[in-house]
């Protein structure tokens, strides 16, 4: 198996932790955290969903789902494209709303659709390609969705650890 390969089965199995993680939790369990200024699931789902669709909607030069939809409001937000839930304060994460579970999996399936289909219309060779030369060694298109996927996985077991808190 090649890289992109790789990158198109790990990305696949994505859907499956996060829909277990979610699956038939009420709007008050997906927005309860374990501990108060902790992450609660839904802020997981929503952030690792955000951070595939605005470094996906990057890489193909597209507007991020999240924006061009009614995505913001079914969890309680506004669609600012730059909230992705990084340096959030324990303010900002409980003001993550869900408001079902099915919000969280209808966006992340969008956004993972969009991924999926980006993926497969890669070559090998395009991985070497550099996006960002702010960094040194300067990030490589096969670095970059390594990283989104890498943040995406611990962010699903995180959802899926304070869902065995529940």
Partial sequence: MDAKGILEDAYGRLPELIESAVDGLTPEQLRRAPKAGTNSIGWL??????VQDSHIADLTGEDQIY??????????????????????????????????????????????????????????????RVVDDAWDPPVTLGVRLVSVYDDDAQHAGQAAYVRGLL
């Fill in 45 to 50: 789902v929503w952030h690792l969903t955000r």
């Fill in 67 to 128: 924006v061009t939809g009614d995505w913001a409001p079914r969890f309680g937000l506004k669609p600012d494209p730059s909230d992705t839930g990084y340096g959030h304060t324990a303010e900002q994460v409980a003001s993550v709303a869900p408001e079902s579970a099915q919000a969280l999996l209808d966006y992340y399936r969008a956004v993972h659709d969009r991924s999926l289909g980006y993926l497969r219309g890669l070559s090998a060779a395009d991985l070497d």
